[in-house]
């Protein structure tokens, strides 16, 4: 038996040697396999893949191609050993019609394609494989589920002779590289589903998210850029909101649903238009996009809400990965939508109940003029609750309230109102500032919800006597400028309104002269910010020394456009001023 063994000859030596051959085969498989199985993005992927086909069949070169069919030409995505030379040939061979004919008849034929000798080849020619420097090849097609991947073409300089063996693992390498690159396409769109999310979760104004929603499709498909549409049910047309990268003229700016290919949007589907690959190859790139693929957005209410059509300069075909992921992208758009215009609706109300709130019909002030200013932020954010109120409480009394209410939106704007008259209300009975704001903190204590509360500056003024009273209740304290160019600050304690039951307030008077200017404000003003450097009352003091005492100026406006200079106001802002005029 030992002997038998030993004398490996004929057929069983022939069997032993292909057992060790597919050994061999199914080890360096295993080996690549390891290598590539670090999930990677797609390019990382085939960087390691050419390098490492490479070295499996002891080639000095490799490198990895995508093919149009609509261009007719391949794009190459990485190589190795490639000087720069040599790149720049395999290159414009690339772009060639007809140029890589081995690797397009790999694809083709999804076959790998042996070339002992190169030179020998009709394929190639002597001609070519010396320009090559070749001496032989194989062209390694990626394929999974019938979708082309790409190939791989491995270079040799000298001519060789291929078997069973090296057969074997070409193919089993485009197997493991074309798992490979369906495993990194995979994480790859989750990568860009999970930041699209994240992205569009951020934002609730309706431009923004829509702008999410194109940036986010055209990223997730590697598009050239992308629209939006919005549906209109009364027209049954896609309007087109916004564009995002390289589309220029090409988007149209209505789909009609009522004709083919747009259509079959309203059945859920997905809509693929291509150039057709016989088409004149050289009229391609004037004719952009080469494709276009459009994917509904479903609404809750609604069978449709708006679609997306992502464009590209190049052939591209939809897998079964990247539909499911723009069907998700699709949901998250829908989403998004849909509370952006919710939002809008929202905003709409708060926008018309604060209007309402700031439309103050001020009593005439004998001989005082009164300047005020409220601007939203500047980031265009969603309203706030601040508010300014000036009324009459006769015999030449009137009331001054300079509040903000937290929150934002509508219920905001709502909880403003219901401060701002239940105030007039307790200083219709007393107005003593401390008086009304104690009852007014109770008052909101239970009105507004646990986590609302509000801040106040409340007085009374009295036109005859020229002499004011005033209370804080958390409030940024208001400023007087003197004649003299000194600015006085009421600094009070006093706590938040609409948080503890049975606060106590203090109350100080003040009066004003001729050319005396009275200024309250909200914390928007302070707090306008450059950096980390907020504007602060500081600076509210000394731009208030420096125009105050110009009977011409805007005092409120200019402290407002002057903290706006130093840096973004990032909250809404009232600035109230009453100046002491002397004029009838």
Not at 415 to 420: E, F, L, P
Not at 458 to 474: E, K, Y
Request: proline share 4%; glycine share 10%.
């Amino acid at each position: 038996m030992l002997g038998m063994v030993e004398v490996s000859t004929g057929a069983a030596g022939d069997e032993v040697a292909g057992l060790r051959d597919e050994v061999h085969v199914a080890d360096a498989l295993l080996r690549l396999s390891t290598t590539l199985s670090d999930l990677r993005d797609p390019e990382e992927t085939l960087a390691v893949a050419v390098r490492h086909t490479a070295q499996l069949l002891g080639a000095p070169r490799c490198f990895a191609v995508s093919w149009d069919p609509v261009l007719r030409q391949f794009f190459v995505l990485a190589q190795w050993g490639c000087d720069g030379p040599h790149l720049a040939l395999i290159q414009e061979l690339a772009e060639k019609p007809g140029g890589l004919p081995i690797l397009h008849e790999a694809l083709t034929q999804g076959v790998v394609q042996l070339v002992g000798d190169a030179a020998a080849d009709p394929r190639l020619g002597a001609e070519a494989a010396m320009r090559r420097s070749l001496g032989s090849y194989i062209a390694i097609p990626l394929a999974r589920g019938g979708e082309q991947l790409g190939a791989l073409a491995v270079e040799f300089d000298e001519p060789r002779v291929f078997g069973t063996t090296e057969e074997a693992l070409a193919e089993g390498i485009g197997r493991q590289v074309a798992n490979a690159l369906v495993a990194s396409r995979r994480l790859d769109l989750m990568r860009e589903l999970r930041s699209f999310g994240l992205n569009v979760g951020r934002v609730t104004r309706l431009a923004p998210v829509v702008q999410e929603v194109a940036v986010g499709a055209a990223r997730l498909l590697r598009g050239d850029g992308a629209a939006v549409y919005l549906y209109d049910a009364t027209q049954k047309l896609l309007t087109r909101t916004h564009t995002a990268g390289a589309v220029g003229d090409t988007a149209p700016a209505h789909l009609d649903l009522t004709q083919e290919p747009w259509s079959g949007l309203l059945d859920a589907n997905v809509v693929v238009l291509a150039r057709d690959e016989n088409d004149d190859a050289e009229d391609v790139r004037e004719e952009v996009p080469v494709a276009m693929i459009a994917a509904p957005i479903l609404g809750s209410d609604a069978p449709l809400a708006g679609a997306v059509l992502v464009f590209f300069d190049r052939f591209v075909s939809l897998g079964k990965d990247e539909a499911e992921a723009l069907s998700v992208l699709g949901a998250q758009s829908s989403m998004a939508l849909e509370n952006a215009q919710r939002f809008e609706r929202q905003r709409r109300v708060a926008r018309s109940l604060q209007e309402g709130l700031l439309a103050t019909e001020t009593p005439p002030l004998h001989g005082f003029r009164i300047d005020a200013v409220y601007e939203p932020a500047s980031h265009d954010a969603e309203i706030g609750g601040d508010f300014f109120d000036v009324f009459d409480l006769g015999e030449g009394i009137v009331g001054i309230v300079v509040g903000d209410v937290s929150g934002k939106g509508a219920e905001a704007a709502a909880q403003t109102a219901q401060a701002k008259y239940m105030l007039r209300a307790f200083a219709i009975r007393n107005a003593s500032p401390a008086s009304v704001l104690y009852h007014l903190n109770n008052a909101l204590v239970h009105g507004f919800a646990e986590d609302r509360f509000a801040t106040c500056m409340f007085g009374v003024f009295d036109t005859n006597s020229s002499t004011g009273q005033i209370a804080l209740a958390g409030h940024p304290p208001p400023l007087v400028f003197r004649r003299d160019g000194t600015v006085e600050t009421f600094e009070l304690p006093g706590t938040i309104l609409g948080m503890f039951e049975d606060q106590q307030f203090e109350q100080t008077s003040f009066h004003l002269d001729q050319g005396d200017v009275f200024v309250a404000y909200t914390d928007g003003l302070t707090e306008a910010r450059r950096d980390k450097e907020l504007y602060g009352i500081e600076r509210v003091s000394r731009q208030l020394a420096r125009c105050a005492g110009d009977p011409s100026c805007d005092v409120a406006r200019t402290l407002y456009e002057d903290a706006q200079s130093f840096g973004e106001v990032t909250d809404d802002t009232v600035v109230f001023a009453l100046r002491a005029s002397g004029d009838d």
